[in-house]
């Protein structure tokens, strides 16, 4: 969806072009769990000081082009929203939908579409999985990103994918950017594994280094997180099955 922004804004240069991820906007939903219905002034004040923090020369411009139905949203994890406040998500995104002008795209897992589609009126699409050559591109592109193209190529990734595809792996799943996110992770590190790498495996990799990733920048700092963490972790075999499959 990053990269989308970005077409978005060079398809529509005069439109404000905005991506959300609310993972990383649980305290002003949190804050707001009760509300469910909204007016233009309310939506105004939420979002350009709950969520996209704007200064006031920025709110000025955002407001104007919110009230032109200028503005295009790109709302990402939906589907991680707490129970505890997605009443209030969803009616912000209803508010938008249906009472402005303004485009707004959703992005969820195959299993909350139907929801979001009766709740917002709204189409949906799929999205299919890379083809070989989509897949070495986005090999490039992720070398290119971790500055890792002086030792590995796109070639030698796709080599990679290739000797563990029908060990672990079904070629369809491959083709998958988040599966595909988690094996060049695991390539960088472990370059030889091939064979020992398996489904279960890779995901146990990625979700522990990225809590550690979030624990070194101080940002796990309560016993009660670290508890849900490996409350987690020893149901872990169902989770990493709930999600790849």
Excluded at 219 to 245: A, G
């Amino acid at each position: 969806l990053r990269h989308t922004v970005f077409k978005f804004k060079q398809k529509n240069p005069l439109k404000w072009v905005e991506f959300i991820d609310l993972k990383n906007h649980f305290w002003a939903f949190d804050k707001n769990r009760e509300k469910t219905e909204w007016n233009l002034t309310e939506i105004y004040s939420f979002l350009s000081e709950k969520i996209l923090n704007l200064t006031q020369l920025d709110e000025a411009i955002f407001r104007e082009k919110f009230r032109n139905n200028e503005t295009i949203f790109l709302w990402d994890a939906v589907d991680e929203v707490s129970p505890h406040f997605k009443d209030t998500t969803i009616s912000l995104l209803g508010f938008i939908q249906n009472c402005t002008g303004n485009m707004q795209w959703v992005s969820t897992r195959p299993q909350h579409i139907q929801e979001l589609r009766e709740s917002l009126n709204a189409k949906s699409f799929n999205l299919k999985p890379y083809d070989d050559k989509q897949r070495l591109e986005f090999f490039q592109k992720f070398l290119e990103s971790m500055n890792a193209t002086e030792k590995h190529t796109s070639v030698d990734l796709d080599k990679f994918v290739d000797s563990i595809v029908s060990i672990s792996f079904e070629r369809q799943s491959i083709n998958n950017p988040l599966i595909l996110t988690m094996i060049c992770e695991y390539f960088l590190k472990n370059p030889t594994a091939d064979g020992n790498l398996n489904k279960f495996k890779l995901y146990d990799d990625f979700i522990y280094h990225k809590f550690v990733i979030v624990n070194g920048k101080g940002k796990v700092v309560t016993d009660d997180l670290i508890n849900v963490h490996k409350s987690l972790y020893s149901f872990r075999f169902i989770h990493q099955y709930i999600v790849i499959n």
